[in-house]
Nanobody, 124 residues
């Protein structure tokens, strides 16, 4: 069975950090670009950070630049989202997605596999 599973979400105070993990099973991530998306309550889902499969080039949403980073460990079939200096507006369900091919994309429809998401709540 092909799937992605996210973990690492939870409750964190403003200014804190979390590291989300996205583990693939049933397929190898080597040939897939990966995107982290989030959906806040009452809002549309948005791309946060995306990474290519070839040269590790990335896309970063303006709202998270300088605070969030994406990395991949193909040996572990895992992609990470490191989130620092968290703000209440970062509260959302974070999902990872895999897209066959090399380049990253912000377009949800271009992704082949999705995880169910992990909730992040930034609150004091």
């Amino acid at each position: 069975q092909l799937r992605l599973v996210e973990s690492g979400g939870g409750l964190v105070q403003p200014g804190g950090s979390l590291r989300l993990s996205c583990v693939a099973s049933g397929f190898t991530l080597d040939y897939y670009a990966i995107g982290w998306f989030r959906q806040a309550p009452g809002k549309e889902r948005e791309a946060v950070l995306c990474i290519s499969s070839s040269d590790d080039s990335t896309y970063s949403a303006d709202s998270v630049k300088g605070r969030f980073t994406i990395s991949r460990d193909n040996a572990k079939n895992t992609v990470y989202l490191q989130m620092n200096s968290l703000k209440p507006e970062d509260t959302a369900v974070y999902s990872c997605a895999a897209r066959w091919g090399t380049g990253w994309s912000k377009v949800e429809d271009e992704y082949n596999y999705w995880g169910r998401g992990t909730p992040v709540n930034v609150s004091s």
